[in-house]
């Protein structure tokens, strides 16, 4: 029994001392600031794209009830991001009925608009992401 604990003490004392193992240095890329540059120009230019495709789009789908800086059927967009939240815009476009049937907010405005629904425009989520960016320029 005590030669079996000398062993595991010398056994443990060598595995405490022993030779250190190094840690492997992980590579490690640092971009360049000519990368960094370009990164944000790419983003720039989709933001731009996404800016594009939703004028086409509100000039399609949107402009028989809403104008930009001025009431019509439906609440101008300039400033909508002071009234509403972007995930309430969002929601009110994609789901409008829903909206429509749940949301305080929503029924409010009907009431206001004289209860002229808006209707559903069967935008994709990409659609209405393209439409939102366009909002934050008006």
């Given at each position: 029994m005590k030669k079996s604990l000398a062993l595991l003490f010398v056994l443990a004392l060598v595995t405490a001392c022993g030779p250190k193992k190094e840690k492997k240095k992980s590579f490690e890329y640092k971009r360049t600031t000519t990368e960094k540059k370009a990164e944000k120009k790419e983003v720039e230019k989709a933001a731009?794209?996404?800016?594009?495709?939703?004028?086409?789009?509100?000039?399609q789908k949107c402009?028989?009830?809403?104008?930009?800086d001025r009431k019509l059927i439906g609440p101008a967009m300039k400033?909508?991001?002071d009234r509403r939240s972007p995930a309430w815009v969002m929601n009110m476009i994609l789901n409008p009925t829903e909206m429509l049937a749940k949301d305080e907010t929503a029924i409010a405005?009907?009431?206001?608009?004289?209860?002229?629904?808006?209707?559903?425009?069967?935008l994709s989520q990409e659609e209405t992401r393209?439409?939102?960016?366009?909002?934050?320029?008006?």
């Amino acid at each position: 029994m005590k030669k079996s604990l000398a062993l595991l003490f010398v056994l443990a004392l060598v595995t405490a001392c022993g030779p250190k193992k190094e840690k492997k240095k992980s590579f490690e890329y640092k971009r360049t600031t000519t990368e960094k540059k370009a990164e944000k120009k790419e983003v720039e230019k989709a933001a731009v794209n996404l800016e594009n495709q939703g004028a086409g789009i509100f000039k399609q789908k949107c402009t028989a009830c809403h104008m930009t800086d001025r009431k019509l059927i439906g609440p101008a967009m300039k400033g909508i991001y002071d009234r509403r939240s972007p995930a309430w815009v969002m929601n009110m476009i994609l789901n409008p009925t829903e909206m429509l049937a749940k949301d305080e907010t929503a029924i409010a405005l009907l009431k206001e608009y004289n209860n002229v629904m808006m209707l559903n425009q069967n935008l994709s989520q990409e659609e209405t992401r393209a439409l939102a960016e366009y909002f934050r320029t008006l």
